[in-house]
């Protein structure tokens, strides 16, 4: 139960968005699943204050494209598809904290769909520790966020009023998909 190849060949679309340029497969326990070429994907769906503990891409990348396939399809259930999830963050080595945070989020993305109430108990188990260990550095690198963004726009202002020129703004040159 893995894999099946090396890692996932990708192209980039915009700043956010990346589009595989050959399948991925993944053998489970029972089928396989193999997200097609030309899958468009964000990696890992990370909120902003989080990037510092669990970037967009690292070792559970394939997991993460792999769970994207599985929850735009609906090739399998919320449940499942966030179960394969953690099953592979296990096969990739990522580690216990880590892989079962990133479970909770997906678990509580998909708002537990699929979850029984045994399986509810044991997110909250998980879930309450992780949102304790979280929240002070949570809070202060969106502190930290707001600060730079409210810096950024003082300085985008100012340039504003300090710098006009004759000649109209260059359009955007933004890849497509």
């Known amino acids: ?13 915009d700043a956010k968005f990346w589009r595989l340029t050959e399948p991925l497969t993944y053998q489970g326990a029972v089928e396989t699943f193999t997200v097609p070429a030309g899958f468009r994907t964000d990696f890992a769906s990370v909120p902003r204050a989080l990037v510092w503990l669990i970037p967009r891409y690292g070792a559970y990348t394939r997991a993460a ?16 598809a966030d179960g394969i999830f953690r099953r592979s963050l296990h096969e990739a080595g990522v580690s216990v904290p880590r892989r079962w945070m990133m479970w909770t989020a997906v678990r509580f993305g998909s708002r537990l769909r699929g979850a029984r109430a045994v399986d509810v108990l044991g997110w909250l188990l998980i879930a309450v520790p992780s949102l304790v260990f979280l929240a002070v550095p949570v809070v202060v690198v969106t502190v930290a966020l707001l600060v730079f963004w409210v810096v950024e726009l003082g300085f985008w202002a100012l340039g504003q009023v300090t710098c006009r020129t004759a000649a109209p703004p260059p359009k955007p040159q933004m890849k497509t998909a």
């Open 1 to 13: 139960m893995a894999f099946i190849g090396g890692g996932p060949v990708v192209e980039e679309l």
């Open 65 to 80: 494209i792999l769970h994207d396939y599985l929850c735009r399809t609906g090739e399998v259930g919320p449940a499942d």
